[in-house]
């Protein structure tokens, strides 16, 4: 039995070093893709920008929102600040929740415009940053759950 649960320790402390990995990886990648993103993102073709483009200060406030998520946490990851990692998570979410809302609305006026081939690439990326987003939701409530988290 004592052997059992040394796995089951073991494993778990294998499995927390993992998500902390992931969740420092989508930080440094945050910081780097918001300022690229705030640079090209004018760069999107006009039917994918059809309710992005609506957002104030679009793309240069989308990057640098995303660049803060990023940063927070960074600095939730580093120096065991459970609120930046919370905040940079929720930021972090909301952004992927956004821009993949934004690509469906692209997506959606494709389809009902008799959808020409080829469909544009909005209608799966949207899919994609929707997918993301709902993975940080999940890294999300993780960490809210857990009291010692970082």
């Given amino acids: 039995m004592q052997t059992l649960l040394s796995k ?9 070093r993992y998500r902390l990995a992931v969740l420092r990886n989508h930080a440094v990648f945050a910081v780097i893709i918001g300022p690229l993103f705030a640079v090209a993102g004018n760069s999107l073709t ?10 104030p200060g679009f ?14 946490m960074l600095v939730g990851a580093y120096r065991h600040k459970r609120w930046a990692t ?9 952004w992927y929740a ?3 809302a934004g690509l469906s609305v692209t997506a959606i006026h494709w389809a009902l415009a008799g959808g020409e081939y080829p469909p544009p690439t909005a209608v799966y990326a949207s899919f994609v940053y929707l997918h993301v987003a709902n993975t940080l939701r999940i890294h999300l409530s993780r960490v809210m759950t857990r009291q ?3």
């Fill in 98 to 100: 956004t821009f993949g």
């Fill in 46 to 55: 006009p039917q994918s920008r059809i309710a992005l483009g609506l957002l």
């Fill in 8 to 16: 089951l320790a073991a494993q778990f402390a294998l499995s927390e």
């Fill in 86 to 94: 919370i905040t940079g998570l929720a930021l972090m979410m909301s």
């Fill in 59 to 72: 793309p240069a406030s989308m990057g640098a929102a995303l660049t803060l998520a990023g940063l927070l």
């Fill in 148 to 150: 010692d988290a970082p």
